[in-house]
């Protein structure tokens, strides 16, 4: 896997007979091929191969979805679901590629969206340091 535009210095996996019950939060890329129930925050791009499944909110910069998900994602770049993927939640991201046979069911918003939700992130920071 080829580190995002952030210039990650490591990848974190979640091998395919792994199971992770909580939240994980990184400024890494992660690929998971095994089975996280919790939250995935990154600044980095999130890979869910073909066995993975992700059973909690994402939020990231990229993601390319083989597995599944189920429950809303926000992805501040390029959203990707591959032929195998399977999404049952919402989508806000800036853009999205659906390849043919992916399954999804859920709504989507683009665009405009991504910049109100990093304006909201970026007044919040200065409130918390004022």
């Given at each position: 896997?080829?580190?995002?535009?952030?210039?990650?210095?490591?990848?974190?996996?979640?091998?395919?007979?792994?199971?992770?019950?909580?939240?994980?939060?990184?400024?890494?890329?992660?690929?998971?091929?095994?089975?996280?129930?919790?939250?995935?925050n990154?600044?980095?791009?999130?890979?869910?191969?073909?066995?993975?499944?992700?059973?909690?909110?994402?939020?990231?910069?990229?993601?390319?979805i083989?597995?599944?998900?189920?429950?809303k994602?926000?992805?501040?770049?390029?959203?990707?679901?591959?032929?195998?993927?399977?999404?049952?939640?919402?989508?806000?991201?800036?853009?999205?590629?659906?390849?043919?046979?992916?399954?999804?069911?859920?709504?989507?918003?683009?665009?405009?969206?991504?910049?109100?939700?990093?304006?909201a992130?970026?007044?919040?920071?200065?409130?918390?340091?004022?």
């Open positions: 896997m080829k580190n995002s535009t952030n210039n990650s210095p490591s990848i974190n996996m979640v091998g395919k007979e792994t199971v992770i019950n909580g939240d994980v939060q990184s400024k890494s890329d992660i690929r998971i091929d095994g089975i996280l129930k919790g939250s995935v990154t600044k980095g791009k999130l890979v869910v191969g073909s066995s993975g499944v992700v059973e909690g909110d994402v939020v990231c910069e990229n993601a390319d083989s597995g599944e998900i189920k429950a994602i926000t992805v501040s770049q390029l959203l990707s679901l591959k032929s195998t993927s399977k999404l049952n939640g919402d989508i806000v991201t800036n853009k999205l590629s659906i390849e043919p046979g992916a399954s999804f069911s859920g709504s989507c918003s683009m665009g405009a969206v991504i910049k109100d939700i990093k304006h992130e970026k007044q919040e920071k200065q409130e918390k340091t004022a």
